[in-house]
Structure formats: structure tokens, C-alpha cells
């Protein structure tokens, strides 16, 4: 039994009273490679799913109560609540992930015959930009998949975990989170065109280097970032485009067709949103070439050149995210790096050289520190599986 197995049922058992009859479940975070903000603008995502995630005890109940407890936020005790308790919107704490989850099974005719005890654990940064939330909402799903014989594919997985994002937690994400969470598969990243689900699974050799996660340590929640703000910034800024050219979504426009007609969007701001959709969309498919084609220097310029579409066009970097990109690039042996997730906090991706790992963690850690106040955290990664029972 795996270390952290044996923990959570450890844990378990103590607040629960037993551990009897329990299962054990993991789905794991997320990293996107490439392709930030494009999900729902209908273009394309190059995310992997992690070795780290969040690990999942739970065991039915025979009457209708729900009762949660989370090693993360272990100050709360158990958060008790039931079946009939679904308030979209109103859940102040955690539990709102799992509930939301278990409500969108209810919406979508799978109704729970009991409730459950579930305690989480997760070993992914919380508010990282990683997906703990979505992880924990696929996990859920997964959980309620394997107790209640509910008949779901991963990929519904992945869609009930943004129908609950979307309807209970009320934040307009795209598919993607969930999708390379549900979906993931090891040393694979997942080419994903968001306009209609289909996907490839990509190897990512990465030939002497390593993928490095830098971590602001800034909190934020999409809840109140400016997540839907940009939005509904792309959804005008189309509106706006479809008067003189036939679009579905800015993910179907090239740059130069984007050149053409860009004077149709009216304010300069979302001009710009709707140009980082655009470039950013046909970046990730150059990316995806590059990296098939073993090329890996050139997906690095294009990592770094996603990052200053972020900060200059769609403005969701931040000092701390523009550091953390900033003083990697000027590291020898760095191959990319850019911010990954919605942004305003959370975390920074790099492909960094084996040999010039330390020094990258050291020297960007050291300048990180100096200007921001507070320490980064970094994580050396591996790509992993989707969701499994332990
Ligand atoms: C968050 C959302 C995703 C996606 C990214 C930005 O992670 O949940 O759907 O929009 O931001 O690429």
C-alpha cells in the first residue's frame, strides 16, 4: 500500500470512527502546456494531467447525509450537509466542489439512493492554478461512477465537472481543467480542440529536460479574478467580428483573416483579448508541430511568446506571474517558460534543461524573493494518468 494510501486511511478512520468498507479513488492536477485562455473561445489546449492530485476516501451511507472532511482544511472539522441541501451558488467552503458535482448527476437524472462519508486529501498547492477544484470535481464524479453504478464515460466526467463549475460554483470556465484531468494519461500531453471534443494524445519527450512548476504563492480563486470579465470581453469582441465575417468562434479565425478584420471590434481593449484568443490558438498548433517534430527549442519560443500574449493583450499575468517568466528566460538553459491556468496568480510552467535545474530553482527563487517579498515554491513534475481507484 502506498504511503499516502495508508495516511488517508489512517485519517479517515479517526474522524469517521472506521474505515471499514471504505474505497480509496485519485484523480490528479493539471498542467496546460499551451493554449491559455482559448478553451472557450473554441480553440486549441495542450494540458497533461499530473502524478499529484488529490486522493479521495469514501464509503456510502445508509441514510441521506453527507459528511466531509478535508486533510487540506482540516480547521473545519466535518462540513455536514444531505441530499436534499443543493444550494447553487451558496456553499461557502470547499464542500461546494463535491456537492457541485453531486448535484449536476442529480440534474442530469442520476440521483444518489444514500450519502456518503468522503475525505480529501490533496498534495496539489490549493488556488495554484493546478486545478485542485477541478480535480476534486472529477474525482467526485469518479467516486460517485464506482459507488452508485452511475453509467459514465471519462469524458462525462469531464463535462458534469464544468456543468457544476459552470451552474453550482457559477465560474464560466472552458472544458479544458477537467478534460486533461478526466482524460490524462501518462508522459502524454492532450491536444484538444475545444470547438468539438476531438483530441489526440501527444508524447512529451522532453530529451534531457523536465518539466518545473513555479508557484507564486499569490492566492486567487477564478470566483473573483477576472475570469468571466475576459469572457464575456471574447464574447462581445465576436459579436462584434461576425457582422462582417461567418464565424462560430474566434478559435476558427488565422492571423492574417483576424489582420483583416479586426477593425470590426469596436474598443481597442477587447481588440486585444480577441487577438491573444486568435494568436494564441494558432501558437498551440504550431507548438504541437514543433514538439512532434522533436523540435523542442522552437515549442519553448512559443511558450515564452504565449506569456507575453497574456501580459500585453489579455492582461492576466501580474508582477508576480511576469517575475516568475521574466527571470526564468534569462536562466542558460531554459528552454520556455510561460504562466499557466486563468492567471492573476498562481503558477508558472518551464521546460528547463536537466543540468540547469538547480540553478533555475535558485536563481529564480533568489530574484522572486527580492521582488515580490515572499518566497515561490517549485515542483519538478510528471505527467500522469487520468482518475483511478488505489
Ligand atoms: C482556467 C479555466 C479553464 C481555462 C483556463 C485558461 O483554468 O478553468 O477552462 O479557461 O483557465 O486557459
Not at 470579465?229 to 461567418?246: F, G, H, I
Amino acid at each position: 500500500m502506498s504511503e499516502i494510501k495508508a495516511k488517508v486511511l489512517a485519517k479517515f478512520q479517526e474522524v469517521f470512527g472506521t474505515a471499514e468498507g471504505t474505497k480509496v479513488y485519485f484523480a490528479p492536477g493539471r498542467v496546460n502546456l499551451i493554449g491559455e485562455h482559448t478553451d472557450y473561445n473554441g480553440g486549441h489546449v495542450f494540458p497533461c494531467a499530473l502524478t499529484i492530485g488529490t486522493y479521495g476516501v469514501a464509503k456510502k451511507r445508509t441514510d441521506g447525509k453527507l459528511r466531509f472532511f478535508s486533510m487540506n482544511f482540516e480547521r473545519l472539522g466535518i462540513v455536514e450537509s444531505s441530499l436534499d441541501e443543493f444550494t447553487p451558488g451558496g456553499d461557502k467552503n470547499w464542500t461546494a466542489y463535491p456537492k457541485g458535482v453531486m448535484w449536476a448527476f442529480e440534474q442530469k437524472g442520476m440521483k444518489m439512493d444514500c450519502g456518503l462519508e468522503l475525505l480529501l486529501f490533496g498534495n496539489i498547492p490549493n488556488g495554484s492554478g493546478l486545478s485542485s477544484s477541478a480535480s476534486v470535481e472529477v474525482l467526485t464524479g469518479a467516486i460517485l461512477r464506482d459507488l452508485y453504478g452511475f453509467e459514465v464515460s471519462n469524458q462525462d466526467l469531464a463535462l458534469i465537472g464544468q456543468f457544476s463549475e459552470n451552474k453550482y460554483n457559477l465560474v464560466n470556465c472552458g472544458i479544458m481543467d477537467q478534460f486533461a484531468i478526466a482524460m490524462g494519461k501518462k508522459d502524454c500531453a492532450i491536444f484538444l480542440d475545444t470547438s468539438n471534443l476531438k483530441y489526440e494524445y501527444a508524447p512529451v519527450v522532453l530529451k534531457g529536460a523536465k518539466i518545473v512548476i513555479s508557484c507564486s504563492n499569490k492566492k486567487r480563486g477564478l470566483g473573483d479574478s477576472k475570469y468571466n470579465e475576459r469572457r464575456s470581453e471574447c464574447e462581445t469582441a465576436l459579436a462584434e467580428l461576425q457582422k462582417v465575417v461567418d464565424i462560430k468562434s474566434l478559435g476558427e479565425l488565422d492571423e492574417a483573416t483576424f489582420e483583416k478584420y479586426q477593425d470590426a471590434i469596436q474598443d481597442e481593449v477587447r481588440r486585444k483579448r480577441a487577438k491573444h484568443a486568435v494568436y494564441e490558438n494558432q501558437r498551440t498548433l504550431k507548438a504541437v508541430a514543433a514538439l512532434k517534430a522533436g523540435n523542442l527549442e522552437e515549442f519553448g519560443k512559443l511558450m515564452n511568446a504565449s506569456h507575453v500574449s497574456l501580459r500585453d493583450d489579455y492582461e492576466v499575468t501580474g508582477i508576480e506571474l511576469d517575475t516568475l517568466a521574466e527571470e526564468a528566460w534569462k536562466v542558460p538553459g531554459v528552454i520556455g517558460s510561460r504562466m499557466t491556468g486563468a492567471g492573476f496568480g498562481g503558477c508558472s510552467v518551464s521546460i528547463v534543461k536537466d543540468e540547469a535545474v538547480d540553478r533555475f530553482i535558485q536563481s529564480v527563487g533568489e530574484a522572486y524573493q527580492k521582488k515580490i517579498g515572499y518566497a515561490a515554491d517549485f515542483y519538478v513534475v510528471e505527467i500522469g494518468d487520468g482518475p483511478v481507484i488505489l
